[in-house]
Structure formats: C-alpha cells, structure tokens
C-alpha cells in the first residue's frame, strides 16, 4: 500500500506511450541522487503494475513451487530439487527473457541475485561478491552449456556477451549457484555457477524467424526449425542468428583537449558483428549437442596506450562446442552416464601503436587459441536406504593452449598442452525426517605439474515442512591460474613465466528458503568467504610493477531474493544485495606506462620491457564493488493471446575506478510489450532500454591508457535504446 501511495499519478492514457513521454521530461530536470532515484522508479513500477489491464491467465503456466521442483543441474552434476541443491538457487525461464526483451546474454544475467555486468565496449564482465575486476575474463565463474564447459582454458575466458554460442532465444532457463563449485566442477567455480540449459525441440516446433532492428544501426536475425526425424524415434532443433550494430558515439572526458580531439568517438568505431549456430539432437536416452559463434567487435576506447580511435583496434573470437551424452540404467538402483566434448577456440587482437622508432602507426596481432577435449562417467546410485550416492571420472586433455604475438619486426607463439583427471563424489543422507547431510569431494590431479587439488563441500538441510528450506554450507574452492597469467603477463612486466599455486576460497553460507503459497517464493543468503592466493598485480621496490599470486580478500555480505506469480498471470521478481569487502589488492593503473601487445612483442624482438603501475587505492579497498546493489522485474499479460507488457529496474552503488576515486552509481528503467499479435502467426515485440535516458557509466580497466598516458576512470554506457523484433511461425 505505501509503494503503491508513493507513486506518482498516472495520466489517462496508455502507460508505454506516457511512460516514453515522461522520460524526456525527466531529461530536463536536475539529476537525484541514487536513493532518490530508486524511490521515484520503484513507486512507477508499483503505479505500472495498478495501471495494466487485467489478462487471462494462463492455465498452462507452472506455479513457482512447480518450477522450484523441476530439477537443476548446476549445483552438483546430478539432476536435483532446488530444496536440495546444496546452495542458494535462481533461475530464468525462456518467458523471462521474452517478455522483457533480453536479446543479449549479459542483459539475462544482469537480472540475476546479487550479480551485475560490466562492459568496457569490448567484453562484457561478470560480477558479484566482490570479484570481477576491470578488465579480467571472467575466470572465477563457471559456464556450462547443456553441462559442457564453456570457459577456455587459455585466459579462462567465459562468454557473457554476444560472444555466447547459442541465441538466447534459444535458451529454456538459465541456472545460477552462488558461491564456490569446486566439488563438483574443480577448476574456475570460484565464486559462482552458471549452466545454460538450451531449448527442446517439442518447445519450439516447425520453422520459426525473427528479424530485429533497432537504435545505433542494430539489426538481428534468425531462423529455427524443432521437430521429429526417423518416424518420431529422434528429435531435432536447430538455429542460425546474426547480429550486426554501428555501436554508440561515446563521450570521453578525460580526453578532451589532448591532441585537438573533441573526445568524442566517430561513427562505426563501436560495431559489432556476431553470428551463431546452434543444433541439439535427441534420440533417446543419448543426446548430442553442436554451438558454435563468431564475433567481431571495434574498440573505440583507448587501451593499452593503442592510437585512440584508429579503425584498425579490433577484437574477436570463434568457438565451436561439441557435446555427447547418453545415460542407461545398470541396475534398478544404479544409473551411469557417459559423457564426451570437444571445444575449439580461437582469439584475436588487433592494436595499432605508433612506432618508437620511425613514429609510424603500426599493427600488433594477438592470438590465442584453445583446442580441447573431455570424458566423463558418471553414475548415480540409491540403493543405500536414506541415501543418495553418486560420483564420477573426468578426464581432460588440452591439445592445444597457445598465445602468440606477431610485432613489427618478428613474432612468438607458444603452445602448452596439459591434462586433467577429477574424481567426485557425493552423498546426500537424510537421516531424519526433516534433516538431510550432503557430503562432496572431488580431487584434481594436473599431469602437467603434478599439482593435485582437493575440494570438500558440507551442507546440513533443515526442511522443517514442505515450504520451508534452511541449509548451513560450509565448501573450499580453487582456482588454477590461465596460461594468459603465467606466461603472457609476467614476460610482458618481467620477461620470465612463472608457476602460481591455485587461488583457494573458503566459503560459509547461511540460505533460507520459504514458500508463502505456491505462487510466492522468497530466498535470503547470508555469505562470508576468505579468500587468499589471490593472482594480480602489485608495485615493487624498484618502482615497476610485477605479477603476483599473493592478494588476499575476506567478504561479508546478504543476497536477497523474492518472487511472485499472482493469479491474474502478473510475475514479480525483486532482488537486493549488501556486502563489506576488504582486500589486499586492487586493479592496477597504467599511469605513467601501459604493458600491451606492443610491449610483448618488442620484448620478444629484445626491446625493452615496460610494467605497469598499480592503482593508487584506499587501504583495503576493493575495485568494482558496490556494496549495495538491486533490481526488479514486473510483467503482466496483455490480453492478447501471449502478450505481455513488462518492466525492469536495476540499481546499482557506486565503485572504486582504477585511480581509486568512486564512479557513481545508477538506476536504469527498462520497459517492453512481447509477442504483441499481428496476424494468425505474427508477432512484434517492441522496448525501450535505460527508458529514462540516464547517463551512466562503467568502471574502467586499469588497461585503459591512451598512448600519451591519459588513464580513463569511467566508461559511459548506452542511454536511451529503443529495438523491435518480428516473429513469424510458420
């Protein structure tokens, strides 16, 4: 009743329209503060949510305890309740993503608890409690595609933009476990899960397509076929897409007045191109799975001391994901599964520097490339009374890791291959009625150093009645280090490889979980972890800077998550996070000297090597880490067939920037009619994104230097983007 009273009058007259209306006005008044912000927008989603027209429900939607009991994977390899998973749970469901107009993969995982994105007009990074520094590749999350594992193995790179090999259209839900994974996953689960879980081909029959335009020269499109092969013994789905965007024209403010320049990006100097291909075939108990993407993106901020603005400062990436997966009972009791995959990736880098010798632009190549492949087994046994045994072997191998350099003058590769073998093992006992132990363990031996790592995990959960979970989780975690920081950054800052021990995370979580009826649902996490080994950079005695696997980092913080299906078919996820972090690292400056590609190269040719200087930051202050944080998202039907109008707040506290000084924080309002009816098998969905024309920005790399030295702090963000897409069944 009061969100509802704070709000503001709404005129008499279709919300979308008005709210679009107002967004201008709001452009010409002073700017709030961020709590003042949030106040105003969250009393216009609660007068939204009075103002849409009541619609028909859908009878065959599933209740949110319906959706809770559908299992998960991403919490510990085996198909379990979300009451059961070890950990604290969220999921996004393929009507999510339609009916808020999510086309790209960070807009999907920005929605999640206590998580936010990041972009540097190149890639998008991932963030949450505290880890996801500027400029880093996402290495201490976990990606998994229908169970594969996306990350490389080269920078452990995982894909959170349009480098994902699967359209999100395509995507049934996306789950996400919070906190360590590494007694089930090993390596990379540092601090979060995510497994994408792709589309069947009973949920999207017959030929589908969709083209989309919208602001900034964006355009989309793709074409998908599900359906039966071989008289209904196999199902097949299958999708092509292709995204092509002129980018926005970004305002720098540190640069003005250097070199005449107006600071001010040229037309085109942000595109981005991203195609995909996606096929999921399923005969039986056995499925095989085929992903694959390219992308192409143009960098219009400086980086590396590169030539601002030049056209030939360009990145992109290709990856192809092959997966295989067939499971049959050996006994009544006893289920095994073997599973097989291959990924293919390789990177590229393209950075035009001014020459220190002729003072000609020249360009530097960068290369990566990543080719691997992977075994496992998997069995899953309950003829234990009260128990739930399960485990497995994994067995990887990387024929390919390598990086290369390619300078004016000469060039350097160099490939290291490597092999992994994990053994899991898992127990879940219920050994009361309303009491369950879960044990894990899984160990890591690397043949490549004979380095073996062990992770244990340990959760007692309390389900004192069928609506109501508490689960105490106590688990380690490891991170192994990327080639990229063994061997390309040390020989760039010092010229000789080095040999990290792993990054190790303890982590204890407190999560309660209740249903207030079958359509409310509420979730509070309560986390501390003590992180140490932690791999950066740092200043040393002599002024330079140096590589090190010394940082430390200890975080408190809550995540809290609600959701609601009402009865007339309005959903309502709402989320906030809190934390307090102290570290004994940051994100490092390059003032007065950057270490890029050029740098690498013209150590290579016996040039002289020039190391970065670290940040300047507060002690214990922790870079890209707001404490507070929240979002929202509202949708209700139409009552138009599916449509749907919805809206989307996202809140987000200020930052620590590279020179330690903060970048302020933001509220953004986005709103979007889906699956709005033109004919028999058409439909339009239109948005509107940051509806209200904020201007925002992200916090910089600490890579972020012009050739002449000029830091960036901030990177702006989109304002106003308006996109539509038309969909046709056929």
Same mark, same amino acid.
């Given at each position: ?18 709210? %679009? ?11 709030? +503060? ?17 103002? *849409? ?22 919490? !510990? ?66 990606? /998994? #595609?229908?169970?594969?594992? #996306? ?17 999100? +259209?395509?995507i049934e839900r996306v789950e996400f476990i919070s906190g360590p994974g590494s007694a089930s996953f090993g390596s990379g689960a540092f601090i979060g899960t995510v497994n994408i879980v792709s589309r069947e081909p009973a949920s999207m029959p017959g ?8 602001? =900034? ?47 001010? !990006? ?50 992109? $990436? ?36 001014? !020459?220190?010798?002729? &003072? ?23 003829? #234990? ?27 350097? @590769? ?5 092999? /992994?073998?994990?053994v899991y093992a898992e127990d879940g006992w219920r050994f009361a009625e309303h009491w369950q132990l879960d044990l894990g363990l899984r160990a890591d031996s690397y043949f490549n150093d004979g380095g073996t790592q062990i992770s244990p995990r340990a ?43 792993p990054e190790t995370i303890r982590d204890t979580e407190l999560i309660v979980e209740h249903y207030a009826s079958n359509n409310w649902r509420s979730q509070a996490s309560f986390w501390t972890y003590d992180a140490s080994r932690l791999i950066g950079t740092?200043? @040393? ?15 408190? +913080?809550?995540?809290? @998550?609600? @959701? ?16 307090? /972090? ?13 270490? &890029? ?32 944080? &929240? ?6 039907? #139409?009552?138009?067939? $599916?449509?749907? +109008? ?5 809140? %987000? &506290?200020?930052? *620590? ?18 699956? *709005? ?12 994104? =940051? ?28 304002? /106003? ?10």
């Open positions: 009743m009061w969100l509802a009273a704070a709000a503001p009058r709404l005129p008499a007259m279709p919300w979308f329209p008005s709210a %679009i209306a107002h967004a201008f006005r709001l452009r010409r008044r002073a700017r709030r +503060g961020l709590a003042a912000q949030v106040a105003r927008l969250g009393g216009w989603l609660a007068a939204l949510l009075c103002a *849409l027209p009541a619609g028909a429900h859908d009878a065959t939607e599933l209740s949110l305890e319906e959706l809770a009991a559908e299992p998960v994977f991403s919490g !510990s390899k085996f198909p379990r309740r979300i009451a059961d998973v070890p950990g604290a749970v969220s999921v996004i469901t393929a009507d999510d993503i339609r009916a808020h107009g999510w086309r790209s993969f960070d807009e999907v995982l920005g929605a999640l608890r206590g998580v936010f994105v990041s972009n540097d007009r190149n890639y998008y990074y991932l963030s949450a409690r505290g880890f996801g520094r500027p400029g880093e590749y996402n290495p201490r999350f976990l990606f /998994l #595609l229908d169970g594969q594992r #996306l990350n490389d193995d080269v920078l452990g790179q995982a894909p959170v933009g349009r480098d994902l090999p699967i359209d999100v +259209g395509m030929w589908r397509a969709l083209a989309g335009a919208g602001s =900034n020269g964006m355009r989309e499109a793709r074409a998908s076929w599900g359906g039966s092969l071989a008289d209904g013994t196999a199902d097949l789905v299958l999708s092509a897409g292709r995204y092509r965007s002129q980018g926005a024209r970004l305002h720098f403010d540190e640069l003005e007045g250097i070199d005449g320049s107006n600071a001010t !990006s040229a037309p085109g100097r942000d595109a981005e191109r991203a195609d995909n291909l996606h096929a999921r075939l399923r005969a039986g108990a056995t499925t095989f799975t085929l992903a694959a993407n390219e992308r192409e993106k143009q960098v219009p901020t400086p980086a590396y001391r590169t030539i601002y603005a030049d056209p030939g400062f360009e990145t992109g $990436e290709r990856r192809v994901l092959l997966g295989a997966e067939t499971g049959w009972n050996a006994a009544p009791d006893l289920r095994l599964s073997l599973l097989g995959g291959w990924m293919s990736m390789r990177g590229s880098g393209h950075y035009p520097y001014y !020459s220190p010798v002729s &003072g000609d632009p020249v360009v530097v190549a960068q290369g990566w490339g990543n080719d691997r492949g992977n075994l496992e087994l998997r069995a899953d046994w309950t003829g #234990l009374a009260n128990h739930r045994i399960a485990g497995g072997i994994e067995l990887k191998r990387n024929f390919r890791r390598v990086q290369s350099v390619i300078g004016p003058l000469q060039g350097r @590769e160099r490939n290291d291959p490597g092999s /992994l073998a994990g959760a007692l959960i309390w389900q004192p009645t069928q609506t109501t979970s508490v689960k105490l989780v106590g688990s380690r975690a490891f991170r192994t280090a990327s080639q990229f920081e063994e061997i390309f950054l040390p020989q760039v800052l010092q010229g000789t490889p080095r040999q990290f021990a740092r200043k @040393e005695a002599f002024g330079g800077a140096d590589i090190t696997g010394e940082g430390t980092r200890r975080g408190h +913080g809550i995540d809290l @998550e609600t @959701e609601f299906a009402l009865d007339g078919g309005t959903r309502l996820r709402a989320s906030a996070a809190w934390q307090t /972090l102290r570290s004994t690292w940051g994100s490092p400056t390059a003032a007065p000297y950057s270490a &890029g590609p050029f740098q690498a190269s013209a150590a290579a040719d016996g040039g002289p090597i020039v190391g970065l200087m670290p940040a300047s930051f507060p002690r214990g202050g922790t870079p890209n880490a707001p404490r507070l944080q &929240g979002g929202m998202q509202l949708s209700h039907p #139409l009552g138009m067939g $599916e449509a749907r +109008g919805a809206v989307e707040l996202r809140a %987000i &506290g200020s930052r *620590l920037g590279p020179d330690g000084a903060p970048v302020a924080g933001r509220a953004i309002v986005n709103v979007n009619l889906s699956a *709005l009816p033109l004919g028999r098998r058409t439909t339009l969905d239109v948005g509107a994104f =940051n509806l209200f024309d904020r201007r925002s920005y992200d916090v910089a790399s600490a890579d972020n230097v012009g050739y002449d030295g000029e830091q960036l702090r901030r990177i702006p963000q989109d304002g /106003l983007m308006l996109r539509a897409q038309l969909r046709v069944a056929f």
